[in-house]
């Protein structure tokens, strides 16, 4: 198969649905198809580069900071976006467009099949969703309303990681037939023998629906017995939380690392925390099992598919409860070894991104056979 994928963030940009795509990109690789992938461009970057056999197209656009981009910065990916994807296809012809994001990377998909016919499939990962991420995207949600119908209903099928994504989506479109949920692939790796470290860790962006102030503000009042807490990441949050940690004694601000220094952390760490209120999946929280820490994670999202009965599910803003899960942790070496070990064993035993990757490409053969059909009567 010959697939365009379509990512307006792609590794080194963004968050948890970049190197998500960048993974599932290799291992499509590897069960012998080819990929091209066209994404944003940033400063220091190349406009073309094959990555373990991926052809890596990243076009134009207006993109300020490495870790996210505004919605404003989005709608510039669009349309050089759709100029490339046109040549490559007239050169190349695939055979499906993979598209991760119902906005913005759909409106391009969209215009894409209206122009070349070209089949599209959507991943999607949560802020495309109407009420996933109000605090951010909410205006932008109620402008483009019709148009994020019209995307779903011309593409093939939309993919979700979760249950709890997928319920959101049929709020505003109500036909489950078109949704399959195929949780976020992640790969597995050797289990290794580093010695653990007394380090409780959050890692991701730091925005306030993210909850890490309610983490500080569990911290303060507890007898943490030799544990540091690191936050990895960066955002327009970091400044208040640097200002509510100034006065806490054991908290270290790490900022945005690559993600092969992520994971030498979550090898060194024992307690994962993540309060968060919206979760599309968690990944994460899946990264830091796979390495053998015990989770503590907000209710009310996705994150309680992710951790099952492995971790412990709290109220997302409460620091009280979050006080709690951290003691019982702290206090209970057995408790927390047993939630390493279950941990890992789930996310193997689920998530491993070779089982994912074929989920994918079974998708991928039904929408081309489909295809194929309509053309051939």
Known sequence: MKILMLNFEFPPLGGGASPLSFDLAKEIIKEGHEIDVVTMNFK???????????????????????????????????????????????????????THFIIPTGITSYLLKKITGLPYVITSHGSDVPNYNPDRFKIGHKFIGPVWKKIIDNSEGITTPSEYLKGLILKKYNNPNKIEVIPNGIKIDEETKKDKQKKILYAGRLLERKGV?????????????????????????RKELEQKAKEIENILFKGWISQEELKEIYEESEIFVIPSTQESFGMVIAEAMEKNMAVICGKGSACEEVIGKTGIAINPKSSNEIRNA?????????????????????????????????????????????NKAKITK
């Open 326 to 370: 951290l003691k019982f942790y702290i206090n209970n070496p057995k408790e927390k070894e047993k939630a390493m070990k279950f941990g890992r064993e789930r996310v193997t035993k689920l998530f491993n991104i070779k089982k994912i990757t074929s989920q994918y490409i079974e998708v991928y053969s039904r929408i081309i056979n489909a």
């Open 213 to 237: 102030q309610y983490i500080i503000e569990a911290i303060k009042n507890l007898d943490l017995k030799g544990y540091k807490f690191e936050i990895i990441g960066d955002g327009p949050y």
């Open 44 to 98: 220091g970057l190349k406009k073309y580069e094959n990555i373990k056999g991926i052809n890596i197209h990243r076009v134009k656009c207006i993109r300020k900071h490495k870790e996210y981009s505004k919605s404003s910065e989005l709608l510039t990916y669009i349309f050089p976006a759709l100029a490339k994807a046109i040549q490559l296809h007239k050169k190349k012809n695939y055979d499906i467009n993979h």
